[in-house]
């Protein structure tokens, strides 16, 4: 089955610091791959949808300088977390879709800011 | 705007019981909807999907429902496992427009032994 790898899997560090969180589609060739964060006890919630060789396109409340996303290839997808600080703390997901398949999801990342 | 939510927020039951957990969603204009299940620090597992033609899907011991007409989607678990513990999330997209998924808020599924 079609596979998607996150990493890091877990990243603690202090406030100010930029974080890169990389998404990869292992078995497939991902057209579109999506970014979403989830707090404690909460859903899902898309932060960008990301097409291969284009600009994300970021939704609502979500400051696209905070958060960049780069598409670089059809099995790769990076998340930076510029100047993170602690409440940005959360659980980032990536999903990655390729034709009419579903969207299979990686393992997330856990980002703790102190 | 688009919003996918969810009646009971925790679901216990007994180890063999049948477990249904329903959705409600509000886009009429959905096309496309999965169930997703996800354990503790883990991202989401696809279980099973369904298009808006459809009123009923089946896998191995889950059936889904869709009712289009009370916009409507209920996922049944037959035989309960105590590995079916974890959160199940519906989630709705308009597939033909290859919009993103959008995520209810999750039912806590408590299976005890």
């Known amino acids: 089955g079609a596979v998607v790898s996150q990493h890091p899997s877990r990243v603690i560090c202090k406030s100010g610091t930029s974080v890169k969180i990389e998404c990869r589609s292992l078995?497939?060739?991902?057209?579109?791959m999506f970014w979403y964060r989830q707090f404690p006890k909460q859903s899902l919630m898309l932060m960008a949808t990301s097409n291969e060789g284009s600009k994300a396109t970021y939704e609502q409340g979500v400051e696209k300088d905070k958060f960049l996303i780069n598409h670089a290839s059809l099995t790769l997808s990076t998340l930076t977390v510029t100047s993170a600080h602690p409440e940005d703390s959360s659980f980032y997901i990536c999903?990655?879709?390729?034709?009419?398949?579903?969207?299979?999801f990686g393992d997330g990342t856990r980002l703790s800011i102190l | 705007g688009e919003s996918v939510g969810l009646h009971l927020p925790t679901l216990s039951v007994q180890e063999g019981d049948n477990s249904i957990i329903n959705c409600a969603y509000s886009?009429?204009?959905?096309?496309?909807f999965i169930w997703y299940k996800q354990e503790s620090g883990k991202g989401p597992q696809f279980i099973i999907d369904i298009r808006s033609n459809m009123d009923k899907r089946q896998g191995q011991r889950v059936t889904v429902l869709l009712n289009k007409t009370v916009k409507h989607l209920s996922l049944q678990i037959a035989a309960t496992q105590p590995g079916d513990s974890a959160v199940y999330f519906c989630?709705?997209?308009?597939?033909?427009?290859?919009?993103?998924?959008?995520f209810g808020k999750g039912t806590t599924l408590s299976v005890s032994s």
């Open positions: 999903s990655a879709r390729s034709g009419d398949q579903p969207q299979h």
């Open positions: 989630a709705e997209s308009r597939y033909q427009a290859g919009t993103a998924l959008i």
């Open positions: 078995d497939f060739q991902a057209t579109t």
């Open positions: 886009n009429s204009a959905s096309d496309y």
